[in-house]
C-alpha cells in the first residue's frame, strides 16, 4: 500500500469519530503515535502498536494497540474505514468525559463504540460501570450491561465486582 493510501485511512479513522454527535471538530489536526505501524494490504487493515496516542482537539483515545480496518480499494470508489479496534489499556477522554476498557470496538455502518473489559466511565465526578459500554453516536444514547452475577475480586487492586452494572452519581 502506498504512504499516501495509509495515511489517507489513518485520517479517515479520526474523521468518522468527528462526525459523531460528540461533535468533535472534523477540521482540527490529527496525531497517532505510537511505537509501531504495520500496514498489512492482504488484510486491508494498519495496526499501530505499542503506547498508541491517537488525538484531534479535545479528544485523545489512548491504547496499547489499534488497528484499523478499511474496505477493499475498488475502481471509482474510496476506501473506507469498516471499523477499528483498540485493545489493552483503552482510555478515551473528551473534554471531562473519560471511558475506559480492555478494549473498544469503533462500528462505522452502525455508527456505535463498544467499550468492553470493566468498563468504566465518568463525566466530572458521576461514575458508570459495567462489563461493556456501548454508546450509540447518532442516538446520543448509551447502554451499560452488567457481567457475571456472582461476586469477584480484582486481583489487582482486591477490590470487590459484583459483575452488576453501577453507577454513582454526585448531586451538585
Partial sequence: MKLKQTIYI???VVL?????????AASAPITIEADHM????????????GNVDASQA??????????VYYTAADKGKKQEVERLRCE???EITKGEWLGTGKTMNYLSKERKVILSGGAKAWQDTNL??????????????SEVIGGKASTTVDPKTGERQSGRVRATLTPQ
Fill in 38 to 49: 504495520t500496514s498489512l494490504e492482504a488484510s486491508n487493515n494498519v495496526l499501530f502498536s
Fill in 128 to 141: 458508570v460501570t459495567g462489563n461493556t459500554i456501548i454508546y450509540y453516536l447518532d442516538e446520543g444514547r
Fill in 58 to 67: 479535545d479528544v485523545r483515545i489512548r491504547a496499547d494497540k489499534m488497528t
Fill in 10 to 12: 489513518i485520517i479517515s
Fill in 88 to 90: 489493552g489499556n483503552v
Fill in 16 to 24: 468518522l469519530l468527528c462526525h459523531s454527535s460528540f461533535s468533535w
